[in-house]
């Protein structure tokens, strides 16, 4: 996914392209990503990054609800940091990195 790490490397900073890189790839792309959050709920917020108006915020436990504790413990582990840190960064990033990735309003096929 280097792809991603060079295109959102400069939106995000580069430690965290590569963590949403990683839930990425592990989801099968953006739309893996997407259909997750919509299935736990929070297709509006999810919709709002991939749309052209303005990011609604995630919250914390939201992102954990979302990716589910497994994927959180696992990308802590590997990070080397907290869990509600991870969580924290997660919520401030994957807004603008989902954004970044559908500069058109939709989700691109290959992403």
């Not at 949403?20 to 709920?41: A, N, P, R, T």
């Not at 108006?53 to 907290?82: R, W, Y």
């Not at 840190?85 to 401030?92: G, I, N, P, R």
């Amino acid at each position: 996914m280097g792809l991603f790490d060079g295109v959102l490397g400069g939106v995000i900073g580069a430690g965290m392209a590569s963590v949403v890189s990683d839930l990425i790839e592990k989801h099968g792309g953006v739309q893996g990503v997407v259909s997750e959050f919509q299935s736990k709920g929070l297709g509006g917020t999810v919709q709002s990054w991939i749309g052209t108006g303005e990011n609604h915020p995630i919250s914390e436990d939201q992102v954990h609800q979302a990716l589910g504790p497994d994927t959180i413990a696992q990308l802590a582990a590997k990070l080397g940091m907290p869990q509600d840190e991870l969580t924290a960064k997660l919520s401030q990033v994957l807004p603008q990195a989902i954004d970044h990735l559908t500069p058109n309003g939709a989700v691109p096929p290959t992403a």
